[in-house]
């Protein structure tokens, strides 16, 4: 019903056909493939590059797609297009474009990021920019018929990304906004439950309240730790009180999400983000993180009889 894949970011050493290989041998239908424009990345998780736009060889990705018996689900960056430092929001935004075309191009036609944002302004002084900036790139989208998913992570975690966070799409609130101001069928959400359970919000009524919105899903998992929270409070940095993890070890109800889930008519993918520390110190551990998610989501996604 569902094509069940994973984020391709947990395995960044891989080729993109090692990253089809392990997809296939664990039984995943689909990858979003990370796309960053080569070069280095302090943040975990960031400029992982497994597909090169710079040097798109489409017919090559297409036969080693059908090879395997993986599609792409989504092409994946994650940068902050309304970053203070004009240098990076631009390279970022040329970026997107650059994905967008490259989307159409493989005929994958969906392609997910973040809004990004000025952290050190609020919302409201942030707003102006974020039209000036993403009214052209979803034109761009529309016009090369790919949706653009925009995960609703806030990038608000430590120090350095406080005191606003690095991604405007953090709530229902501000996503209602969004799509208000840039109205487009090409526009909507790559939805990650994890991110509302952090922040104390309901993660199962955005789905039906946003269900023409829901481009792409997340399967990632949190904990949150209640003594220490207890200690630090809601202020604090969130990386002090919560940990990401593997689906079924936190407190997202799967069961409850695929019943949601399914009921609004979603029938696109949904992939799994590994970001457990606990899982990430050897290849094996990833690959162990994928099988494990691969098992426990099979209870919720069945897979595809072929004939």
């Known amino acids: 019903m569902l094509p069940l894949g994973f984020v391709s970011a947990i395995v960044p050493d891989l080729s993109l056909q090692e990253v089809f290989a392990t997809a296939a041998s664990i039984g995943f239908d689909c990858v979003e493939v ?17 597909i090169n736009i710079a040097e798109l060889d489409v017919n090559q990705i297409t036969e080693l797609s059908a090879k395997y018996g ?36 493989l005929g994958v036609d969906r392609m997910t990021t973040f809004i990004g944002r000025d952290w050190t302004k609020s919302i409201d002084d942030n707003w102006p920019r974020f039209l000036d900036t993403w009214k052209p790139i979803i034109a761009h989208a529309e016009d090369q018929g790919v949706k653009v998913g ?10 350095d990304e406080w005191p606003g966070g690095k991604n405007l799409a953090q709530s229902p609130a501000i996503w209602q906004r969004m799509f208000n101001d840039i109205p487009s069928d090409h526009f909507g959400l790559n939805y990650d439950p994890s991110h509302l359970v952090f922040q104390h919000m309901d993660y199962l009524a955005p789905m039906q309240d946003f269900a023409d919105k829901l481009f792409h899903v997340h399967a990632k998992d949190v904990r949150i730790d209640r003594a220490k929270l207890n200690q630090v409070g809601i202020l604090a940095h969130p990386n002090l009180y919560h ?5 079924g070890m936190g407190e997202v109800d ?50 595809r009889a072929t004939t």
């Open 34 to 50: 990370m796309c960053w424009p080569l070069g280095k990345s302090t943040r975990r998780y960031a400029g992982v590059t497994h």
């Open 70 to 105: 993986v599609s792409i689900s989504s092409l994946g960056y994650y940068p902050n297009a309304l970053s203070p430092d004009a240098a990076e929001a631009e390279q970022a935004v040329e970026h997107i474009r650059s994905l967008i075309t490259a989307s159409s191009m």
């Open 150 to 159: 925009i995960e609703n992570c806030p990038m608000l975690f430590t120090a």
């Open 243 to 247: 940990s990401p993890k593997l689906p």
């Open 254 to 303: 799967w069961g409850k999400f695929f019943s949601i889930l399914t009921d609004t008519g979603y029938r696109g993918p949904v992939c799994v983000e590994v970001e457990d520390r606990a899982f990430e110190s050897t290849i094996e551990d990833c690959r162990l993180a994928l099988q494990q998610s691969h098992t426990y989501l099979r209870n919720f996604v069945p897979k």
